[in-house]
Every structure is written in C-alpha cells, then in structure tokens.
C-alpha cells in the first residue's frame, strides 16, 4: 500500500506541471533551455527568444500581467520573478499555484536553473547549464586584471545628461569580480544608478561597455555611441578601451549569460592587446 501511495505521488509531481505561464524572459528561456517549452502556456510580451516563445499567448507586460488572462489560461503554476510577489499571494488566494524565483545574482541565476531543473525532471540538464556558466566565468581570470570597469546602459549621445549604469548586487558585478578586475561604480545602491558625467569623471574608469541592445533599431552606429566617451579625460578613452555590447541577451539573466560572458571576455582580450 504505501509503495502504491509513494508511485502516486511521484506520478502526480512529474506530471503537475503542463500548463506553465512563465512572466518574464529569463524565466521562458531557462524552461526552453531546460526541454519543456511545449508546456508554456503564456509568457509576456518581452518574451522573444526563443523564436517560438513569440507565438505563445500574451498575459501582458512584465510588470503588468493581466490576472483575467492567467486564469483563462487555466495554468498548473505560474511562475515570476520577486518583482510579483503580491500578484503571487494574489493567485494563490485563489487557488492558483505560485513559484517565486530570484535571478539577480550569479548565485541566484544558478539557483533557480537548480529549482527549475529539478521541479521539471530534468536536473542532468540543469546541472550542465551551470557547468557551463561555471567554466565560462573561469575563462575570464587572467586576461587583464585591477581594472575599473563600468557599464552603461542605453543609448547617450550626449553624456551631460541622466546616464544609467550598472549598480553592484546584480550578475553583471559578479562577471566583473569573476574577471579579476572591479566595478568602476563601488555603491551599495540597489537598482540602476544614474551618474551624471562629473561623476564618470570622478571614477575615471578603465574600460567602458556599453548595453545598447536596440541599437540598430534605434538608428544608431557603435561610433555613435562610443564617441562621446572618447571625448572625456578618462583611462578607457586613452587606451581606446570603449565598446558596445548589442546582445538582447545581456540583460537577461537566464542561460543565455553564457554568451554574454563570453562577449565580455572578448572586450578584455582586445583591451590586453592595446
């Protein structure tokens, strides 16, 4: 009898889970990652990679899902990140399973591929995502080292307005430390911080990367953005260790930081070489 109750139970947890509304990008991607897309029943509009997420229904933005569209969905689990949590006690209120997930960190990142992988049967392939992620943050030790590195993120062509840059305790810190080199901005803000160029000029960095994901869409060039850098009295425009990033997927912490290491790596192996 109980090896019966036990079959059971382990039959209802590997097949709870076929409807799965997953509200935001990473957490899309890491579920198609890890073999189980098909059982995405609704994703938000920013969910676009991969390519079959976009065909998926919509439940809204990623801070705004709509609650009538996730029930009509009749999900097993809808599952977000801590930016939701009181749409999380919503739900559960009334009777729809939740997972709440972090993904800020490295740590976390590689947590939650865990969790998942285990929640969906398929830790073997969970465990070989954060082996890759492990390797890839080895390869960058070496290269160069005790550099002040910041992040800019978006689109300035004019640098005496608002520029929004990468904060500490985010994943983008730990790629830096993992490196040997150091964030440029040393602040215990969470969030995006916003600098303005007295600021920049202050903290002198040594290398530049610039997030401009949208770039071509925007209508801009790369020297477009990089110029207005290389007019400032700074370290990264004397060595001419400025560059842009276009990946969609650096800002999205699931997997896919894989590659943005290794664009990263890339950006220090041709600051080694000036």
Known sequence: MRYITFLFLFCINLFAYDRIIALSPAINEIIFTLGHGNKIVGNTTYCKFPKQSQDIAKVGGYFSPSVEKILNLKP??????????????????????????????????????????????????????????????????????????????????????????????????DIIEASGNQNALQSSRKGQPVLNMEKILKINPDIVIILSPLMVEKGLSKEELINPWK???????????I??????????????????????KGFLVETRGK
């Open 76 to 173: 097993d689990i809808v599952i977000m990140q801590e930016n939701n949590l009181d749409l999380s006690h919503k739900l559960e209120k009334i009777g729809i399973k939740t997972k709440v997930v972090k993904i800020d960190t490295i740590e976390s990142i590689k947590n939650t591929i865990s969790d998942l992988g285990e929640m969906l049967d398929n830790k073997t392939k969970a465990d070989e995502i954060i082996g890759e992620i492990n390797d890839s943050l080895k390869s960058l030790k070496g290269i160069v080292e005790n550099k002040k590195i910041i992040i800019p993120i978006g689109y300035n062509t004019d640098l005496s307005k608002e520029i929004y840059v990468v904060g500490q305790n985010l994943y983008f810190d």
């Open 243 to 264: 560059y842009v990033q276009t990946g969609d997927y650096a800002g999205i912490p699931s997997d896919r930081i894989v590659q943005f290491i290794k664009d990263f």
């Open 231 to 241: 007019q400032l009295p700074i370290n990264a425009a004397k060595t001419d260790a």
